[in-house]
């Protein structure tokens, strides 16, 4: 015990007092920062001028209506400004083509003396190919302005188009035919756990292939440098190797808390505070069941992927040579977390049903279930199940390798020598 405690200690205070380490969580720290203040550093960029739109003085009178619709917006977005014709197309296009270079307007629209559906067919003309955004409240406006001409000629009162316009109401519940009758999810409880899903998804991943490659790393360094011989003669190679998977888990947790710390304190400035209330997300709608099985799953998530990295960087000689063992892992830990993120959008699929048993998969998978559907007990119970015993497998396995491994130099030895040396050592 004395010995795994120093283990532990060697690692975690190499780690902490390693540059690269500092440097890595200032750097990862910064860009956490950054993200979170996007959708600010956003709106410093945009101004808040609505964008001047001209169109030419129209026959049916779409322009003077549209104009009245824009100006009685609470936020208005466009300033559409009528503009008269000048006697021809050739002349007014001249006209509005100016106005443009001048920077009077960005764009402007022509009204069609044909109709497509009762309606003229209208036409923007600006130099930006791709303001979708410009197009779109250009098109709601039209769009209106068409409802208002057909209410109008159906002789239909304001109420009645007020109650014609508005949008049928629809809320989401997610049940759970094995649960008790009146349960379920409401919309806003399923919105607040899928943040968390995806956000523990995104935690997990980070955690397994931060650490994970800093395990085989670190033991690979060692080897390489043959400091391994020296720490074999005081610490058995068990000891070693769980002392180096304690450790990292440490080490990478104390990262993620402080990126954690970092996010919390970007949260606390005025403008995300607002943003926030805006979202109205209330941490009451989680069941509390989630965090525990947010808990149970990082953990075993963390020593399965952990102690196969561990045993991977045992039979690698030479740093140079790691990423290429390691890529199967690495590309096993990928398939995991891409089926989880895709998944998200739709739980219930054949895909995530079947690998939320599948033991490398389910740290992801079933947590993912749990927290956007209701999976049966029985299920969460054998994904479980199947977890820890796999782990138990993979960590004797590991641990026979790892002693083994360390011991040899050279090539990265074959399945066939692997095995003997493994009986030679008497692993």
């Not at 406006?141 to 159906?154: A, F, S, T």
């Not at 395990?215 to 003669?233: C, G």
């Not at 943003?275 to 069941?287: G, H």
């Amino acid at each position: 015990m004395n010995n795994l405690s120093s283990v532990l200690q060697f690692t975690i205070r190499n780690k902490f007092r390693s540059k690269a380490f500092i440097i890595t969580t200032i750097i990862l720290a910064l860009i956490v920062s950054i993200g979170v203040n996007v959708p600010f550093l956003i709106t410093l960029f945009q101004s808040d001028k609505a964008t001047n739109i001209g169109m030419l003085a129209d026959t049916a009178n779409v322009g003077e209506q549209l104009k009245v619709y824009y100006d009685a917006e609470e936020k208005k977005d466009i300033n559409l400004i009528i503009y008269p014709s000048e006697g021809s197309a050739e002349t007014d296009e001249v006209m509005l083509k100016g106005k443009i270079s001048e920077g009077e307007i960005e764009g402007y629209l022509i009204a069609s003396e044909e109709l497509s559906f009762g309606f003229p067919i209208i036409t923007y003309h600006s130099e930006d190919t791709m303001d979708f955004g410009t197009i779109n409240k250009l098109q709601n406006g039209l769009q209106q302005v068409k409802l208002g001409m057909v209410v109008q000629d159906l002789g239909l009162s304001k109420d009645q188009l007020t109650t014609l316009s508005s949008p049928v109401q629809i809320e989401k519940v997610q049940i759970s035919t094995t649960g008790e009758v009146g349960g379920g999810k409401s919309e806003e409880q399923i919105a607040v756990a899928s943040v968390m899903v995806y956000v523990l998804i995104i935690l997990l991943f980070m955690a397994v292939m931060i650490s994970g490659q800093l395990i085989a790393t670190e033991i690979t360094a060692e080897k390489s440098s043959r400091v391994m011989e020296i720490l074999i003669t005081s610490v058995s190679p068990l000891t070693q190797m769980f002392g180096k998977i304690i450790g990292m888990f440490t080490v990478a947790l104390s990262q993620i808390v402080l990126l954690g710390a970092a996010v919390a304190v970007n949260l606390s400035f005025p403008h995300n505070q607002d943003a926030l209330k805006e979202l109205d997300i209330n941490l009451s709608d989680i069941d509390p069941m989630l965090f525990t099985y947010a808990i149970l799953f990082f953990l075993t998530g963390y020593f399965l992927y952990s102690t196969m990295f561990a045993a991977v960087g045992s039979i690698v000689s030479r740093t140079e040579d790691l990423g290429q063992a390691i890529l199967p892992i690495t590309m096993l830990t990928m398939v995991g977390y891409l089926i989880a993120i895709y998944g998200i959008q739709d739980p219930n699929s054949t895909l995530v049903y079947v690998t939320s048993f599948v033991p490398f998969f389910s740290p992801f998978i079933m947590f993912l279930r749990i927290g956007t559907t209701e999976p049966a007990m029985w299920e969460v119970v054998l994904s479980f199940a199947l977890l820890i015993v796999t782990i138990l497998v993979i960590g004797w396995l590991a641990a026979k390798i790892y002693r083994a491994g360390v011991l040899m130099y050279g090539k990265r030895p074959s399945l066939k020598e692997l095995v003997r040396a493994m009986r030679a050592y008497k692993a």
